[in-house]
């Protein structure tokens, strides 16, 4: 049971440039949640989902998308990467029912 | 939503205990308060979560007033261990579609 994975961990991307976050669990939670983490501004929510098909905006989600095709996965995409998007993104799943969440290890994205 | 308050930083020796309030004005009814714990580089992880009065786990207790516009989180006794940001988080348990946003957090500092 690994909980919340993230991959990459890590990645440095050039201004224009795509790329997808993949966040798999294995605990067969409804809910997914894609927050950034950029410092002294605490963790601010991107995207959401309530279910498989199923997505949401956050507080801040321009210049990025998401997709729920399996419950287990939540994808997070940067069509066209800025460096205002340099953070650390943080992918978190909740089972429906109780409001705990849990979070993977986060994925350190730089775009120069 | 419920907008969350909290002290932006706090500072303890170790084997005192640290209470660190949070402020929700505009809870809902079916609203429940939760508290994280997050070091860095890592993701917030759940540290407890109330409804009202007072709640205890083997990590720290939550006290809650009756009017439910506030809440503290107590942390017995700390060690440089605890040195982390804790998050209180304010949200319905058993509704869906919710978009939960995290406050800035408290930087909690732990000394010898």
């Known amino acids: 049971n690994a909980g919340v994975t993230q991959t990459p961990k890590f990645r440095v991307l050039k201004t224009g440039q795509s790329m997808t976050l993949l966040c798999a669990q294995d605990?067969?939670?409804?809910?997914m949640y894609w927050y950034r983490q950029d410092p002294g501004m605490g963790l601010r929510l991107i995207h959401y989902?309530?279910?498989?098909?199923?997505?949401a905006k956050g507080e801040v989600p321009d210049g990025y998308n998401v997709s729920r095709l399996k419950k287990q996965n939540f994808l997070l995409g940067l069509e066209s990467a800025a460096p205002s998007q340099t953070s650390v993104y943080f992918c978190?799943?909740?089972?429906?029912?109780?409001?705990?969440?849990?979070f993977g290890a986060g994925s350190r994205l730089t775009v120069l | 939503l419920a907008k969350t308050t909290q002290p932006i930083s706090m500072d303890s020796y170790e084997g005192q205990e640290v209470n660190i309030t949070c402020s929700h004005n505009?809870?809902?009814?079916?609203?429940?308060i939760t508290w994280y714990q997050q070091f860095p580089s890592q993701g917030p992880r759940f540290i407890i979560q109330?409804?009202?009065t007072k709640v205890t786990n083997e990590v720290a207790s939550l006290f809650i007033p009756a009017d439910r516009k506030s809440s503290t989180l107590s942390l017995p006794r700390v060690s440089l261990s605890d040195t982390a940001v804790y998050y209180c988080?304010?949200?319905?348990?058993?509704?869906?579609?919710?978009?939960?946003?995290f406050g800035k957090g408290t930087t909690l500092s732990v000394s010898s």
């Open positions: 978190a799943s909740q089972v429906a029912g109780a409001n705990v969440l849990t």
């Open positions: 989902s309530v279910g498989e098909g199923t997505t």
């Open positions: 988080l304010v949200g319905p348990s058993n509704q869906a579609g919710t978009a939960l946003i």
């Open positions: 109330g409804y009202k």
């Open positions: 505009n809870i809902a009814t079916n609203d429940y």
């Open positions: 605990m067969n939670h409804e809910y």
